[in-house]
């Protein structure tokens, strides 16, 4: 069953049965619950993260094309497939590239 303007979002939820609208709904729900602050670095998420994010390495062909174009992002378990927060574009880089998340 997908998610609707009507609906209550469930958190998590499974990332890939999620249309494009429903990914925003519950990203912006998890900012709600986060107090606007990223899961990750707990970084206010409307702005940009620590110093100590921004020059962390990341490896951008590791990433699909843009994949740093949107800033705020919706992390999600690639093993459970749940989500899991919204970070920053950087912190899901990192998260991916050196954690495996």
Known sequence: ???NMKEEIKLPSLYEKLTQLQRKQVREEYIKQQDGK???CGGDIE???SQQILDTKINLKLFPP???KHPIHLQHNR???LT???VHARCN???WQYHGR
């Open 47 to 49: 702005k940009e993260p």
């Open 1 to 3: 069953m997908g998610l």
């Open 93 to 95: 880089a990192i998260l």
């Open 38 to 40: 990223c899961m990750y």
């Open 66 to 68: 843009n994949f740093l």
């Open 79 to 81: 093993d459970s497939g």
């Open 84 to 86: 899991e927060g919204s």
